[in-house]
């Protein structure tokens, strides 16, 4: 296990989950209009999911004898609800990015290895289902939907 790198990368993950807690409370109290009844409770729920993650995996890099991170990378401001979809994708993109970079210093570390690959694929939901809102699922050859008219 490389600790010093470890710690390096889970305080980047940390800043990534303050900037999504952020930037998904600012969403869920900005958002107006009809939209609002569907999407306040998603974006407040999501903040609530950064903030936990950011109290794990501060309490990890603790543990692991660093510091943890406070301050938050970019946050994108929005009034616009695709333009929200849109940036919340790419912070949970980057968060399995990271989350994933940060398996390679754990070694043959079984537990660190197993939090982070349950953690990633928690991360990985979260973009499929953005990915469904923003309709951005290709489909791969034959699991195109077709009638059977054409078929
Ligand atoms: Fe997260």
């Known amino acids: ?3 010093p790198n470890l710690i390096a990368k889970l305080n980047e993950a ?3 989950e303050l900037a999504a807690l952020i930037q998904y409370n600012q969403y869920a109290q900005v958002l ?7 999407w306040e409770e ?3 729920g999501n903040a609530d999911e950064s903030f936990g993650h950011v109290k794990k995996f501060g309490a990890k890099v603790v543990s692991l004898g660093g510091k943890p ?3 938050p990378s970019e946050v994108v401001q929005t009034n616009d609800l695709t333009e929200m979809l849109e ?7 980057n968060a ?3 989350y994933t970079e940060a398996l390679e210093f754990c070694g043959n570390n079984v537990a ?3 939090m982070l690959e349950d953690h990633i694929e928690v991360e990985n939901d979260d973009v499929e289902e953005i990915e469904k809102f923003l309709n951005k699922i290709e489909a791969v050859g034959t699991a195109r939907i077709t009638s059977s008219k054409s078929a």
């Open 96 to 98: 399995v990015r990271v």
């Open 69 to 71: 991170c406070v301050e």
């Open 1 to 3: 296990m490389d600790k």
């Open 87 to 93: 940036n919340s994708l790419n912070l949970e993109r």
């Open 32 to 38: 107006l209009g009809p939209e609002r009844i569907v």
């Open 14 to 16: 940390i800043a990534l």
């Open 42 to 44: 998603f974006f407040a």
């Open 112 to 114: 660190y290895r197993n």
